[in-house]
């Protein structure tokens, strides 16, 4: 059995919804669950991420089962990824834009991480850049492009 990563500094942050009422009758919110405790490994340093949602506590709301979420819990990291977004970001500037090997990108990654006592693999820099292509590839005009489409429906998303 694989044991838990241990990071020696890490902050906890807890992420609240930026809607403090309800959209639909203006009652104020109220915590409904915790949506996710996890791990982000960001180029600022390792966060202890809880992403609390909040819902309506009008019964007779039309939106009571509506779970409002944080921007900024969402925008650090991918679903499934430990890694943030602006390491996938970074590493896709190294790769495309200033054309390094995935050595070289593993390199200059590995140096940025080693004062925040992470490491990371390099097949990680390849899943990295390959989440890196989704995304660029999710944000061209993809209008004519039915194939590309049912096969993200088919996925269930990108």
Same mark, same amino acid.
């Given at each position: 059995?694989?044991? @838990?990563?241990?990071?020696?500094?890490? %902050?906890?942050?807890?992420?609240?919804? +930026?809607?403090?009422?309800?959209?639909?009758? $203006?009652?104020?919110?109220?915590?409904?669950?915790?949506?996710?405790?996890?791990?982000?490994?960001?180029? =600022?340093?390792?966060? #202890?991420?809880?992403?609390?949602?909040?819902?309506?506590?009008?019964?007779?709301?039309?939106?009571?089962?509506?779970?409002?979420?944080?921007?900024?819990?969402?925008?650090?990291?991918?679903? $499934?990824?430990?890694? $943030? /977004?602006?390491?996938?970001? /970074?590493?896709?500037?190294?790769?495309?834009? #200033?054309? #390094?090997?995935? =050595? +070289?990108?593993?390199? %200059?990654?590995?140096?940025?991480?080693?004062?925040? $006592?992470?490491?990371?693999?390099?097949? +990680?820099?390849?899943?990295?850049? =390959?989440?890196?292509?989704?995304?660029?590839?999710?944000?061209?005009?993809? @209008?004519?492009?039915? @194939?590309?489409? +049912? #096969?993200?429906?088919?996925?269930?998303?990108?």
């Amino acid at each position: 059995m694989r044991r @838990a990563k241990v990071y020696p500094h890490v %902050t906890k942050q807890i992420y609240h919804p +930026e809607l403090t009422t309800c959209l639909t009758c $203006g009652s104020r919110l109220r915590r409904a669950t915790s949506i996710a405790q996890r791990t982000v490994v960001t180029l =600022d340093g390792v966060l #202890q991420v809880v992403h609390c949602g909040y819902r309506c506590p009008t019964p007779d709301c039309a939106t009571a089962t509506r779970l409002y979420r944080s921007m900024l819990a969402d925008s650090l990291a991918l679903p $499934g990824f430990t890694f $943030g /977004l602006d390491i996938v970001l /970074l590493v896709g500037r190294l790769r495309l834009a #200033q054309h #390094q090997t995935v =050595d +070289e990108v593993h390199h %200059t990654l590995q140096e940025r991480l080693t004062p925040l $006592g992470t490491t990371v693999s390099r097949r +990680e820099i390849l899943y990295l850049f =390959d989440a890196y292509c989704t995304l660029l590839r999710a944000s061209q005009s993809i @209008a004519d492009d039915y @194939a590309w489409q +049912e #096969q993200t429906r088919t996925n269930g998303g990108i």
